[in-house]
């Protein structure tokens, strides 16, 4: 059963996974260019996780509904693709919009977060696209506070998505998170205010809008990965963040 409440030493092992996790994800955010291929970046995902003395969290790990456990480190998700994407030989090119999703587990504490990146020319629709949905999460995490509920997030996050004209992504969710890669509760980009569970200090949440320029409705493709079912384009942020009295604490920053 989920622990929902991490004591302090637990906290002080996310919090350090969380820092390594999120140096991680910085030099990623460089060193991604066109021209550059994916499973690149995966390798050196792995070798900056390992030199810091962690691991990564998604290497081997099995989501519910996958057919099979992933073999990398990185999670590369272009264009439709919303998550779960797979590093392959293709190369980044003019347009693309990649997301990155990484894990790290460091002395047992566990951290999630996933940026998304533009490359060349990409349509103000799509720079709005990403913008919109960066707010989206940190008007998330403004919620994550003693004494607010699940729904204050999700109405949160939904409600400055639908501001914008977007859709948000059906069927997939953020999660708890800290000792295993995916706890409870289930964290959803939509809800009403005052509903859902009591958020209490202590509680670690991985908050995740994704949002797409199309239909929000997903299939999920022969590698495990999910693209939205009318191939519009797609944008993920992600954060680990701690449920304290003054709001969300970014702990993958």
């Known amino acids: 059963m989920t622990k929902l409440i991490k004591n302090k030493e637990e906290i ?39 030199k810091k003395g962690a691991k990564p969290a998604f290497l081997g790990y099995e989501p519910a509904g996958a057919q099979f456990p992933f073999p990398y480190t990185l999670c590369t998700s272009l264009n439709e693709v919303v998550v779960h994407g797979r590093p392959s030989s293709i190369l980044i090119k003019d ?13 047992g504490g566990i951290s999630d977060a996933a940026i998304t990146l533009a490359f060349g020319k990409v349509p103000g629709e799509v720079q709005q696209l990403i913008k919109v949905t960066k707010e989206a999460l940190i008007a998330g995490v403004a919620e994550a506070k003693v004494g607010n509920r699940l729904g204050d997030i999700g109405y949160a996050i939904e409600s400055v998505i639908k501001k914008n004209n977007l859709s948000i992504i059906e069927d997939l969710t953020g999660h708890g998170v800290g000792l295993e890669l995916h706890e409870e509760p289930p964290v959803y980009n939509t809800g009403r205010r005052g509903e859902g569970l009591l958020l209490e200090e202590g509680m670690v949440l991985a908050l995740e809008p994704m949002t797409a320029l199309g239909s929000g409705k997903i299939a999920q493709l022969a590698d495990d990965s999910f ?26 920053i």
């Open 12 to 50: 002080r092992r996310i919090r350090r996974s969380a820092k390594v996790l999120a140096g991680v994800l910085r030099r990623l955010s460089e060193e991604a260019k066109i021209g550059i291929p994916l499973l690149s970046l995966d390798k050196l995902a792995e070798e900056l996780i390992v």
């Open 95 to 107: 347009g693309d919009i990649l997301k990155l999703d990484l894990g790290v587990n460091l002395d």
């Open 227 to 252: 693209a939205t079912a009318d191939r519009s384009l797609t944008a993920h942020f992600e954060h680990t963040v701690l449920v304290t009295k003054r709001g969300g604490e970014i702990l993958t």
